[in-house]
């Protein structure tokens, strides 16, 4: 994972280089401005790895490909061919020349391997560092479309890379989010919440789970159809996602469960927020596809690690079972309610 992360740091000090090198060069005055907004921003992407690079080696970050060889092949043939747009001169271009070799560069860097890095980082920093880079490209697309008529070998790179990253976008949200709901799927789960455990541990701060389940939701699709119950769903998955904080991460666990990851959340706090969860959900009136009105309950179970710094990180499936355990309890008492968490700590 570390050899990865580098590769990275690489890649963009490479593209900061390139970006330098055609502001210096490109006689236009125009795109020389806009090489230099590139290369400041390659330069803010190189300290986005770095941090990365930190992060791993304090244990923070979760070894998403075990066997990296094939990645690190992959990202080393990127950083190969930029190497290859590195000047071994310093004689002046034209500006159809530094738009080419940037639109090159830019095809490069839509590997999506980039993204699910970034996806690395806690939600709301991933969120804003994905907005960043989708200007980024986005800047370089207009200017190459602007500069070439659509009929010329240029302008057809221009609509070959805003392509790629439209693929590479959608591409991306599948691998991560559920298809019906649109919440972060089991995966997007598993690896936020061993970042999460890891960082838990390594500081000593609270990290809360919260494991939802609909109460009787089979009468929903036995009475109503399959059809009102992905209606249900749907409308179940928005309610949640508009009840919990920006840092949390909603997903679909499978079925009628959905999961929320809440750091940075004790006991106490996690359960206001279960709570503001189950009354979102009270008020929900779903119109099924009869025309008839459905009404949802949840039961919500919650896990909470709070363990003393510098700790070792709690397995994510230990965290998942004591949630499963609070979850449980909740519909023993009675359904649509929610549970006292579970507390996993430690001794200091």
Known sequence: ?????????????????????????????????????????????????????????????PDL?????????????????????????????EAEHALTTAARLEFFALDPIFGQLIDLTEPEVGRTRHTAYDGHVDRLI???????????TQG???????????????????????????????????????????????????????????????????????????????????????????????SRYGGDEFAVLAPELGPSGARELAQRVLEAVRQLRITAADGTEIGLTVSIGIATVFDPPDSEPRKVDELLAAADRSLYAAKLSGRGRVADPVLLTRAS
């Open 65 to 93: 490909w075990p066997d990296s060889s094939d990645i690190v092949k992959t990202l080393e043939a990127a950083v190969t061919e930029l190497a290859s747009l590195v000047p071994s001169d310093g004689s002046p271009i």
């Open 142 to 152: 207009d200017a190459v479309a602007a500069a070439f008529a659509p009929g010329t």
């Open 156 to 250: 057809f790179l221009a609509q070959v890379l805003r392509r790629a990253q439209q693929d590479n976008k959608v591409l991306a949200h599948f691998a991560t989010h559920d298809p019906l709901t649109g919440l972060g799927n089991r995966r997007a789960l598993s690896a936020q919440a061993a970042q999460w455990t890891a960082w838990a541990a390594r500081y000593g701060h609270a990290l809360s789970f919260l494991l939802l389940d609909v109460d009787r939701f089979k009468r929903v699709n036995d009475r109503h159809g399959h059809v009102s119950g992905d209606r249900a769903l749907k409308a179940l998955a928005e309610t949640i996602a508009g009840s919990i904080r920006s840092a949390d991460l909603a």
């Open 1 to 61: 994972m570390r050899e990865i992360l580098e590769t990275c740091v690489r890649f963009d000090e490479l593209a900061n280089q390139v970006y330098l090198d055609l502001k210096t060069r490109c006689g236009d005055t125009e795109v020389a401005v806009l090489m230099g907004k590139m290369a400041v921003e390659e330069a803010s992407h190189v300290v986005w790895w770095r941090e990365l690079v930190e992060a791993w080696d304090g244990g923070l970050l």
